[in-house]
């Protein structure tokens, strides 16, 4: 499972994908297929959460990095790129922002 | 700290501020005390894990919370809008998008 922890250091990067209703599953696979064939096993990967909006009209991708140039190897990775391409043909458009966690808030406790 | 499991059945609000770099502090500090002082006190809240983007010009909340019902709820709350509208001042734009979350890739093992 996936933890949140501001003080793990880790990168964030939210992939937020545009897509129509009727391809979202389909960029849904695309993605989970990337991930588990390519993407987790290279060198720094933590995890990737893989989300559908309720309207169907986005799928995220949050996903957790060692580090800057453990995903900038991957994004230049041949297979990564191939990858990244059958998912940008689905989707209408894609945003990629690299973050890091700086708090995380829970019910009934303190940061 | 936030785990992010499929099997939990939250839903997942992202949302993304575009800002001007030199006030993303100013925002991330808005948002906190918003999240501290109210929003984590509500019904159905679960989390809210708050981000920086490494060029300054996004901060994103991937919040979780138990149901629409409860988030829904959340928003119609005064001291909530007085806090949305607190933050919406300071940013150029956002983008809240409700998630579901449906798959969570971990390095190393299968989904």
Same mark, same amino acid.
Do not use: C, K
């Given at each position: &499972?996936?933890? @949140? *922890?501001?003080?793990?250091? %880790?990168?964030? @990067?939210?992939?937020?994908? *545009?897509? #129509? !209703?009727?391809?979202?599953?389909?960029?849904?696979?695309? @993605? +989970?297929?990337?991930? #588990? #064939?390519?993407?987790? %096993?290279? /060198?720094?990967?933590? +995890?990737?959460?893989? $989300?559908? +909006?309720?309207?169907?009209? %986005?799928?995220?991708?949050?996903?957790?990095?060692?580090?800057?140039?453990?995903? *900038?190897? &991957?994004?230049?990775? /041949?297979?990564?790129?191939? $990858? &990244?391409?059958?998912?940008?043909?689905?989707?209408?458009?894609? +945003? !990629?922002?690299?973050? *890091?966690?700086? #708090?995380? %808030?829970?019910?009934?406790?303190?940061?």
């Amino acid at each position: &499972m996936t933890e @949140l *922890d501001p003080a793990a250091g %880790h990168l964030t @990067l939210i992939n937020t994908f *545009d897509v #129509e !209703p009727n391809r979202a599953e389909e960029l849904l696979a695309v @993605l +989970s297929r990337a991930t #588990e #064939e390519t993407i987790r %096993h290279m /060198p720094g990967f933590i +995890s990737a959460n893989l $989300h559908v +909006s309720r309207d169907g009209r %986005h799928v995220a991708n949050y996903a957790q990095w060692r580090s800057q140039a453990d995903m *900038d190897a &991957m994004l230049a990775q /041949p297979t990564a790129r191939v $990858h &990244m391409r059958e998912a940008a043909a689905i989707a209408r458009s894609f +945003s !990629p922002i690299v973050y *890091d966690l700086r #708090e995380a %808030h829970a019910a009934g406790a303190a940061a």
